[in-house]
């Protein structure tokens, strides 16, 4: 019992780690890493595993935000900006997220990867004919 | 390597909210940062280094998961034992991960981005 409870915790730690390192280094939350992660290796309900996925969030994106400021990569305009029409987003999220059972809430979530997994997978010809789209337009 | 300054010019304040927006619906509905839309979408339409653009989603992800968090937690979804676990790792991996980008360069960092979007689709897909 007590080693399981260690395996567990070794297991958590070890998943924040990786998330919070891909949070520092390539700006995103990890969340992605981390819901599936407690969904399928520590077997959490869809909704705790998001719930819990957010929470973690927090300090990692303080702690990674106050080194990136410090040596000023970003401008806080900007994030100021997304931000404003970040929280509205949030709470309209949230609020439908909450409102739907768990197992529908997990296959969303499967679909969410699933298209991106596809969208990466469709390689570099769908950005770069964007960005030549972008950049004849400001020619 | 020096940190290399953000880029120059103003980014349109409307495209950012939308942008913000947009990553704002994911993050709540997935318990994700919404990074993964941000970094791209920065990079690709808006025109940002790299670097700049991951910086710049970081910090906006802090107020987003701050508004999930809350929902979530008043609806009693979320493992807080779990959540500290996880926090203890993770704050170690961020400034890890924060210190390794003064050690990339720009086209570099671009690259693991890819990559980990790439890797990330295939275990989708295959595992």
């Known amino acids: 019992m007590t080693a399981e409870l260690l395996i567990r915790i070794v297991e958590l730690a070890a998943i924040g780690l990786t998330a919070g390192f891909l949070a520092g280094l390539l700006g995103i939350g990890g969340g992605i890493l981390m819901v599936p992660a407690m969904v399928l290796v520590l077997g959490f309900g869809q909704h705790v595993a998001q719930g819990t996925s957010l929470l973690v969030i927090i300090p990692a994106a303080l702690t990674g935000s106050l080194t990136h400021y410090r040596k000023g990569r970003f401008k806080v305009r900007d994030a100021l900006w997304l931000a404003a029409g970040g929280i509205i987003g949030a709470a309209l999220g949230s609020v439908f997220a909450l409102s739907i059972e768990d197992d529908v809430l997990r296959k969303l979530f499967a679909g969410l990867l699933f298209i991106f997994g596809l969208r990466m997978l469709l390689p570099r010809n769908t950005s770069s004919l964007i960005r030549e789209r972008l950049t004849a337009r400001n020619a | ?127």
């Open chain 2, 1 to 127: 390597m020096k940190a290399t300054p953000v880029a120059e010019g103003t980014t349109p304040s409307l495209a950012l909210v939308a942008l913000g927006a947009v990553a704002g619906v994911l993050s709540g509905l997935f318990g994700i940062g919404g990074g993964i839309v941000m970094v791209p979408a920065m990079v690709l339409l808006l025109g940002f280094i790299q670097r700049r653009a991951n910086a710049t989603s970081l910090a906006a992800i802090l107020p987003i998961s701050v508004v999930g968090a809350t929902l979530f937690g008043r609806a009693n979804d979320i493992d807080v034992l779990a959540a500290v676990v996880l926090s203890v790792g993770s704050l170690i991996g961020v400034q890890g991960g924060a210190r390794a980008m003064d050690r990339l360069s720009d086209r570099r960092l671009g690259l693991i981005f890819g990559a980990f979007l790439v890797a990330l689709a295939l275990a989708m897909l295959f595992l």
